[in-house]
């Protein structure tokens, strides 16, 4: 090998050399903001159904009459069929039905032709080997208007610890990703903060806008069992850790 070829790869090698140093020496000291997240995916093992009834009529008060009357046989229904579910009555609701025809008068407002009055039930229960067997049963007198399965609050108390562990575990996954990335040892990284900025599973759920049905004026004929699938959740834990390099 000729010697100008020998200097040149000297060069060459000082120069990485004299690199790597500098790249060390730039990231002593440095503070690192590093985000991590932790996720565990588990069965679900409570249900919340939302059930209705409505009923219209020119009279106010027949409508409301059947309404009270169905809403109170359902929920003898599922009590029957699921005792320990926890029942809750709410959305109750009145409107009046308007003449689809405007009165020839320009300043004389629609008259009423009927009223529209319905009532929402709340069900949530664990038992979800037996919800389409109570689901049927109370289908013949309500309707099914929602149904959102997931965690009990104890259920979900019990998986903090293992989120917490998966959480702190991806920091240090990413922490020694970013150490090699700058030519570091990860022993060179101190943790200096740890930001727990929430738990639980953030995806927001918008309340499902109430579906008007006409229900039936008289009781149903019985309702075959329907097919339900409870699925899984996916509980996630944010952590961000403030890391220096020494």
Same mark, same amino acid.
């Not at 009927?114 to 049927?136: D, E, F, M």
């Given at each position: 090998?000729?010697?100008?070829? %020998?200097?040149m790869?000297?060069?060459?090698l000082?120069?990485?050399?004299? $690199?790597a140093?500098?790249?060390?020496?730039?990231?002593?000291?440095?503070?690192i903001?590093v985000?991590?997240?932790?996720?565990?995916?588990?069965? %679900?093992d409570?249900?919340? +159904?939302?059930?209705?009834? &409505?009923?219209q009529? =020119?009279?106010?008060?027949?409508?409301?009459?059947?309404v009270?009357?169905? *809403?109170?046989?359902?929920?003898d229904?599922?009590k029957?069929? !699921?005792?320990?579910?926890?029942?809750?009555?709410?959305?109750?609701f009145?409107?009046a039905?308007?003449?689809?025809?405007?009165?020839?008068?320009?300043?004389?407002p629609r008259?009423?032709?009927?009223?529209?009055?319905?009532?929402y039930l709340?069900?949530?229960?664990?038992?979800? $080997?037996?919800l389409?067997k109570?689901?049927?049963? +109370?289908?013949?007198?309500?309707?099914l208007?929602?149904?959102e399965f997931?965690?009990?609050?104890?259920?979900?108390?019990?998986?903090?610890?293992?989120?917490?562990?998966a959480?702190y575990?991806?920091? %240090?996954?990413?922490i020694? /990703?970013i +150490?090699?990335?700058? /030519?570091r040892?990860?022993?060179?990284?101190?943790i &200096?903060?740890l930001?727990?900025?929430?738990?639980?599973?953030y +995806?927001?759920?918008?309340?499902?806008r109430? *579906?008007? *049905?006409?229900?039936?004026? =008289?009781m149903? !004929? $019985?309702? $075959?069992?329907?097919?339900?699938e409870?699925?899984?959740?996916t509980l996630?834990l944010? *952590?961000?850790?403030?890391?220096?390099? =020494?």
């Amino acid at each position: 090998m000729s010697r100008s070829r %020998n200097l040149m790869l000297s060069l060459m090698l000082a120069s990485a050399t004299l $690199a790597a140093h500098a790249q060390i020496a730039q990231t002593n000291g440095a503070q690192i903001i590093v985000p991590a997240v932790g996720e565990l995916t588990v069965a %679900n093992d409570q249900v919340r +159904a939302t059930l209705m009834i &409505e009923e219209q009529d =020119k009279d106010k008060a027949a409508a409301a009459s059947r309404v009270n009357q169905k *809403m109170t046989q359902g929920i003898d229904i599922i009590k029957r069929q !699921d005792p320990q579910a926890v029942l809750k009555t709410q959305g109750y609701f009145t409107y009046a039905i308007y003449a689809e025809t405007a009165p020839t008068a320009s300043n004389k407002p629609r008259p009423i032709v009927g009223w529209r009055v319905g009532q929402y039930l709340q069900v949530t229960s664990t038992n979800l $080997a037996g919800l389409p067997k109570t689901i049927a049963a +109370a289908q013949a007198v309500l309707a099914l208007n929602g149904l959102e399965f997931g965690l009990t609050p104890a259920s979900s108390k019990k998986l903090d610890d293992a989120l917490i562990g998966a959480t702190y575990a991806n920091l %240090n996954q990413r922490i020694n /990703s970013i +150490a090699r990335a700058m /030519s570091r040892s990860p022993a060179d990284a101190v943790i &200096e903060t740890l930001d727990f900025e929430g738990s639980g599973n953030y +995806a927001t759920q918008e309340a499902a806008r109430p *579906m008007m *049905m006409r229900a039936a004026a =008289k009781m149903q !004929d $019985a309702v $075959a069992e329907p097919s339900f699938e409870p699925g899984e959740s996916t509980l996630s834990l944010r *952590m961000v850790g403030k890391v220096r390099f =020494k």
